[in-house]
């Protein structure tokens, strides 16, 4: 709609209904009520637009969705393979680690008497396996657009914290696009429901867990990669690998990052606090770090910009 109107030389903005301002319990409503108040909002500037993204970073967007879907499904497909297994009586027990090269082949050697059982556990075989070229195939694809797409290098940039590969940075991007538009670290962190919900008054102040408003997939992959910071600092060769396509200046702040992320986490844990709420902490300080990468890639972008 926004589009279309946009088309026809409407200029118009598309409001996030949760930030519209909210009064006391209405005894009348009407269409008109409804509309001078929001005319009345919009010129008191009281309304909050949302970004409105470009038609590449919608398709960026949707590609990296649609890969999460992809992976969604690989994963029941794997576990309803190996809960098909279990009510056969059927255990993996010759390796710790399910789905490895050993796994496949002791998959291959499953025989079952019934012919018809046999059909039924190569179906949800050949279910994973699809799924699984399916999945490099996207991740193919991805990989060719981040290559030509315009936020390379904020993908980059944000590739270059532990826990975050590039296909994960490029979610991120494609999810946010514009990093510079929250002004500060914390005002990203509150979009992204990882900090803390309050409810203080006077000298009381009275903090609890995490607002959790924004994007959820988003925040899930915070998390998950904040988990890798409970192992020491170190540089691997993945990480090695990503750090040579950005400049020295942002493989230092992702050094920095984690640094301080891993004795963060372990000083949450010292003092008294439980493991998830250790990771959580740490997944807002990732998402500051993530911020501060991202607004100085942009900068530079800028820059090559105006250069041109």
């Not at 702040?253 to 990771?279: E, M, V």
Request: positive net charge; glycine residues 6%; charged residues 30%.
């Amino acid at each position: 709609m926004h589009r279309l109107l946009g088309e026809l030389g409407i200029h118009n903005q598309v409001i996030a209904p949760s930030h519209i301002p909210r009064v006391g319990r209405k005894k009348v409503k009407s269409d008109r009520i409804d509309a001078i108040e929001l005319a009345t909002y919009l010129r008191e500037a009281m309304l909050t637009a949302i970004y409105i993204p470009s038609d590449e970073d919608e398709f960026m967007r949707e590609k990296t969705r649609l890969r999460h879907v992809c992976q969604k499904r690989l994963l029941a497909a794997k576990q309803q393979v190996m809960g098909f297994l279990r009510r056969h009586g059927l255990r993996y027990s010759e390796g710790k680690s399910n789905w490895t090269k050993t796994y496949w082949t002791w998959l291959g050697k499953i025989q079952f008497s019934h012919r018809g059982l046999q059909m039924v556990f190569l179906d949800y075989v050949q279910q994973v396996e699809a799924l699984l070229i399916r999945l490099k195939e996207l991740d193919l694809e991805i990989r060719n657009i981040k290559e030509r797409w315009v936020k390379k290098d904020v993908v980059d940039a944000i590739a270059a914290c532990k826990g975050l590969d590039t296909f994960s940075a490029t979610s991120i991007v494609a999810e946010i696009r514009e990093f510079s538009r929250f002004r500060t670290a914390s005002e990203f962190m509150g979009y992204l429901g990882l900090a803390p919900s309050e409810y203080s008054s006077g000298k009381k102040v009275s903090r609890g867990s995490i607002t959790k408003t924004g994007n959820a997939r988003m925040r899930k992959m915070l998390v998950e990669a904040a988990k890798s910071y409970r192992r020491m600092p170190r540089k691997n060769n993945k990480l090695l690998e990503r750090w040579a396509r950005v400049p020295v200046p942002m493989r230092d702040h992702a050094w920095k990052a984690q640094r301080r992320l891993f004795k963060q986490y372990w000083k949450h844990l010292d003092a008294g606090k439980h493991p998830n709420i250790a990771t959580v902490a740490v997944a807002r300080e990732l998402a500051g770090f993530i911020w501060a990468l991202a607004t100085q890639a942009e900068k530079s972008e800028l820059a090559k910009e105006l250069a041109s």
